[in-house]
């Protein structure tokens, strides 16, 4: 429960009366008698903050309006015959090895993301209905980096080694 504070009139102390009923007198210390007044309140109790208003309106307007985001998603199954065009699998592989290279055996997983990229762009130029180049591109340039900088890594990781 929120306290109550009333300020007592004569001396202008603050009192706590959370534990007294509207309308309830009640004895300040300095002797004057105050009324509780009515709970709804006072400083003690804000209402919510503008910021909490600014942010809760999003999840409202999703469920008020059929808003136009959730309709787009619903739309595009309708050629299905496109989708149909089987991704190259090197070009997967390439985006796989490349994600994993970020994370661990760059100097390792990097290179082969490299080669795996460069099969697939060859592959996809000589097969145009295959789809995945930007998969093909992603996994080359992340492969590229991460070889980078496990080569960096590892040559800072030899020096200290050798300076030891
Ligand atoms: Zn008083």
């Not at 007044?37 to 942010?55: D, E, F, N």
């Not at 990097?110 to 295959?130: D, E, F, Q, Y």
């Not at 991460?146 to 080569?151: D, E, M, P, R």
Request: with cysteine.
């Amino acid at each position: 429960m929120p306290t109550h504070i009333v300020k007592c009139t004569q001396c202008g102390t603050d009192l706590d009366v959370s534990s007294f009923a509207p309308g309830q007198i009640v004895a300040c210390p300095c002797g004057a008698q105050l009324t509780v007044p009515p709970r709804p309140l006072q400083a003690t109790q804000p209402p919510p903050p503008a910021s909490q208003v600014g942010a809760q309106p999003p999840p409202p307007q999703a469920g008020a309006y059929p808003t136009p985001p959730n309709v787009p998603p619903m739309g595009p199954p309708a050629p299905p015959y496109q989708q149909a065009r089987a991704t190259c699998k090197e070009a997967n592989l390439a985006l796989i090895f490349g994600i994993i290279s970020i994370f661990c055996f760059s100097i390792i997983l990097g290179p082969i993301a490299i080669a795996l990229g460069s099969k697939a762009k060859k592959i996809l130029a000589t097969n145009p209905h295959l789809a995945g180049s930007g998969k093909a591109t992603a996994g080359l340039v992340i492969g590229i980096i991460t070889t980078i900088l496990g080569a960096i890594w590892l040559i800072v990781l030899i020096a200290s080694l050798a300076s030891q």
